[in-house]
């Protein structure tokens, strides 16, 4: 159950796009198309922000957007906006119902 | 509109027991999957365990296993964590969640902080 790997900071300017990386192997990412993101603003709790490697949850902007390529999930998000300044996390289902989480990626919008 | 609500944590000695709860409104609880996920100060989170709908199923991270146990009472709509032998590494906030995602967790209580220090 090792944590999937984020880069640790990211950051783009207002208007800008940018991708958040997680690598994970072939016995999580790279065998489910479960990989889920989740938005944390700074003391509150996290928010889905996308499920099953590409849905969108109901309310959630069409700037994010999810993909994956062999062990590597990515969250794209376009048109940075100042409130999207947060830490964001991946997640994969990692089989025999256990999920494991990426160490966190902080966006800074500059 | 569904509702976590998570109480029960505090400050405990190392090798003590807290129980956590999670109060879940808006939806029919007996029919899902539910979560406990952590994060300890300045962390990343964790997920540590998770409970079948009429719990007789569940599982556990490699960290928590043989001292935490989660269970449901579904005609009480609650969650619960049962942790036992705590230690330092365990201090975090601990979020229930669930309860529709599909290996994903959609709604997310406001989290319950447990301490373990002496």
């Known amino acids: 159950q090792s944590a999937l790997t984020q880069p640790a900071s990211v950051s783009g300017s207002p208007g800008q796009s940018i991708t958040i990386s997680c690598t994970g192997t072939?016995?999580?990412?790279?065998?489910?198309?479960?990989v889920s993101w989740y938005q944390q603003h700074p003391g509150k709790a996290p928010k889905l922000m996308i499920s099953?490697?590409?849905k969108r949850p109901s309310g959630i902007s069409s700037r994010f957007s999810g993909s994956k390529s062999g062990n590597t999930a990515s969250l794209t998000i376009s048109g940075l906006q100042a409130e999207d300044e947060a830490d964001y996390y991946c997640?994969?289902?990692?089989?025999?119902?256990?999920?494991?989480f990426g160490g966190g990626t902080k966006l800074t919008v500059l | 509109e569904v509702q976590l609500v998570e109480s029960g944590g505090g400050l405990v000695q190392p090798g003590g027991s807290l129980r956590l709860s999670c109060a879940a409104s808006?939806?029919?609880?007996?029919?899902?999957?539910m979560y406990w996920v952590r994060q300890a100060p300045g962390k990343g989170l964790v997920w540590v365990s998770r409970?079948?709908?009429?719990?007789?199923?569940?599982g556990y991270a490699d960290s928590v296993k043989g001292r935490f146990t989660i269970s449901r009472d579904n005609a009480k709509s609650t969650l619960y964590l049962e942790m036992n032998s705590l230690r330092a590494e365990d201090t975090a906030v601990y979020y229930c969640?669930?309860?529709?995602?599909?290996?994903?967790?959609?709604?997310w209580g406001q989290g319950t902080m447990v301490t373990v220090s002496s």
């Open positions: 808006g939806f029919t609880f007996s029919s899902y999957w």
């Open positions: 969640a669930g309860p529709y995602g599909v290996n994903a967790f959609d709604f």
């Open positions: 072939s016995s999580d990412v790279g065998s489910y198309n479960f």
């Open positions: 099953e490697g590409s």
């Open positions: 997640c994969s289902y990692a089989g025999s119902n256990t999920w494991v």
């Open positions: 409970i079948n709908s009429d719990g007789s199923s569940r």
